[in-house]
């Protein structure tokens, strides 16, 4: 006994109602490229939606999770720091000045000049090496407890004599003195 295929019956949607008879006069061939078409369409737009953001997600963390690890820890280091600093005995203002003026001495030397007025410190820098600007900023910021308000600085390439090709910093750093 062989069974006949029998059609489906039609569908409701106007656009397939309209489709169905085109469907029915291709030839099984013809039907099959489509379908065969519309599933690489289908498994393109998966691949392009769903899966390459997510293996580009995969691919991307571990160098988000390093960048993310190292500004961990630097937070970790600037909390240390702050707590130390937090925990530091006070200084009277004239220990502040005095530090400020022996580590601007040391480190600085007749590259800089202070002019004190209140409880603000204006250093005019001229063509200081960048080392010993940062030396003498953390010492300042650590020994005197001074804290830097503005800064008013400009790059000089190449005119440290010190080292060749080095740059230098030139310029005004206001610091605020700790008051009593």
């Keep these: 006994m062989s069974v006949k295929p029998t059609r489906a019956n039609p569908p409701n949607n106007p656009v397939l109602k309209a489709l169905a008879p085109r469907w029915q006069a291709l030839s099984e061939r013809e039907q099959r490229l489509l379908i ?3 599933a690489v369409l289908v498994a393109a737009l998966v691949w392009w939606l769903a899966w390459a ?10 160098a988000q999770q390093a960048a993310l690890d190292a500004q961990w820890l ?48 204006t250093v ?3 063509a ?21 308000v503005q800064a008013q600085l400009q790059r000089n390439a190449g005119t440290d004599k010190s080292s060749p090709g080095a740059a230098t910093w030139s310029g005004s750093v206001v610091l605020s003195l700790p008051t009593p």
């Design 36 to 38: 065969l078409g519309a």
């Design 53 to 62: 953001p997510a293996l580009r997600t995969l691919r991307e963390a571990p």
């Design 74 to 121: 630097q937070l970790k280091e600037l909390q240390a720091q702050a707590q130390t600093l937090k925990q530091q005995p006070r200084i009277t203002p004239p220990e502040a000045l005095r530090a400020l003026q022996n580590s601007s001495a040391e480190l600085l030397g007749a590259n800089a000049q202070l002019q004190i007025v209140g409880d603000r410190c």
């Design 124 to 126: 005019t820098l001229k």
């Design 128 to 148: 200081v090496p960048a080392p010993a600007f940062a030396n003498w900023l953390a010492r300042v910021r650590t020994q005197a407890r001074a804290v830097p």
